[in-house]
């Protein structure tokens, strides 16, 4: 099956710094590559996702780049700000497919 | 906009007895998930349901552990005999593509 690796496991920046975050997966059928983002108690929600036809993605301070030759994919977030503090969680699937999930990073913003 | 719907927020119970997680998703979604969250840990993947039957189980899955839709819109998770390593916050998901939402949680407790 899928196996996801996830790093840091923890990453600490200052506000308006850049924070990336880096994950591999193994199998090479998987075509769908979300991140998720978990408040304390909270659900995990979908911040941005990409799909295997496609290399970058953008969303405001928010971007994924996917390597599918290498196989790793990354989240990238610049400015960050204290509310971008929170755990953060690769995935990838197939399509309809179960989420395969990386073990999370914990990033902290300090003002 | 439309969310998924998860009851109770916290459930305690027994060793050993029997409990049903309750599941909204959203109406126009066909595939459901239940995942499941050891504190401090990822989310992991527990059991897929599409046009009313399995679709993919993990090995968490074990003889434990049914899935029912009872009705056009509940989605039940029922854990027969429960075990102190049961407790954990378990999440349904849905989707009608690929994108998974992910209800509030259910904490249980398992004492």
């Known amino acids: 099956g899928e196996n996801v690796e996830q790093h840091p496991s923890t990453l600490s920046v200052q506000e308006g710094d850049s924070a990336v975050i880096k994950c591999t997966y193994s199998?090479?059928?998987?075509?769908?590559f979300p991140w998720y983002k978990q408040e304390l108690g909270k659900r995990p929600q979908l911040i941005i996702d990409?799909?295997?036809?496609?290399g970058e993605k953008k969303d405001q301070r928010i971007a994924v780049t996917l390597n599918k030759t290498a196989k790793h994919f990354s989240l990238h977030i610049t400015e960050t700000q204290p509310e971008d503090s929170a755990v953060y969680f690769c995935?990838?699937?197939?399509?309809?497919?179960?989420?395969?999930f990386g073990k999370g990073t914990m990033l902290l913003v300090s003002p | 906009e439309p969310e998924v719907t998860q009851t109770p927020s916290h459930q305690v119970t027994q060793m050993g007895q029997e409990v049903i997680l309750r599941c909204v998703p959203i109406?126009?979604?066909?595939?459901f998930y239940w995942y499941r969250q050891i504190l401090g840990q990822k989310v992991e993947f527990l059991v897929s349901?599409?046009?009313?039957?399995?679709?993919?189980k993990s090995e968490i899955f074990d003889d434990q552990f049914s899935v029912e839709r009872p009705d056009g819109s509940n989605f039940t998770l029922k854990i027969r005999s429960t075990k102190l390593e049961d407790s954990a916050m378990y999440f349904c998901?849905?989707?009608?593509?690929?994108?998974?939402?992910f209800g509030p949680g259910t904490r249980l407790t398992v004492l």
């Open positions: 995935a990838a699937s197939m399509r309809y497919s179960t989420l395969t």
């Open positions: 349901f599409y046009n009313n039957e399995i679709s993919e």
């Open positions: 109406s126009n979604h066909l595939y």
């Open positions: 199998d090479s059928a998987s075509n769908y």
């Open positions: 990409i799909r295997s036809n496609v």
């Open positions: 998901a849905s989707t009608r593509d690929n994108e998974q939402f």
